[in-house]
């Protein structure tokens, strides 16, 4: 499995947006996917988990209420839909997926995308 993330932007606080990876392979299904961001100067964290099947996620303390993680199967595309945005959002955030159940732990991950800039302004 290969995977792209997209939808990046610069968004004023308490605007939307809305992520896509894309992935390739024909094990997608298979695998469970994340969400992770990587602010400058800080450590990767993880944002949310969805499992193979799109029935059970976790998010990030920080994110939930606000975030939501999906997945389409058919189309082999994950989302994160981002509302009520604050500036501490800001990162660079990356898709990653790993064979077997969801995980908090970046390690765990064996695929990653290439990051895509989310910027919120105050």
């Known amino acids: 499995v290969q995977l792209q993330a997209s939808g990046g932007g610069l968004v004023q606080a308490g605007g939307s947006l809305r992520l896509s990876c894309a992935a390739s392979?024909?094990?997608?299904?298979?695998?469970?996917l994340g969400w992770f961001r990587q602010a400058p100067g800080k450590d990767r964290e993880f944002v949310a988990t969805i499992s193979w099947s799109g029935a059970n996620f976790w998010y990030a303390d920080s994110v939930k209420g606000r975030f939501t993680v999906s997945r389409d199967n058919v189309k082999n595309m994950m989302y994160l839909q981002m509302n009520n945005l604050k500036p501490e959002d800001t990162a660079v955030y990356y898709c990653a997926g790993r064979k077997g159940g969801r995980s908090w732990f970046s390690n765990e991950y064996e695929v990653w995308g290439q990051g895509t800039q989310v910027t919120v302004s105050s």
């Open positions: 392979g024909r094990t997608f299904d298979t695998y469970a």
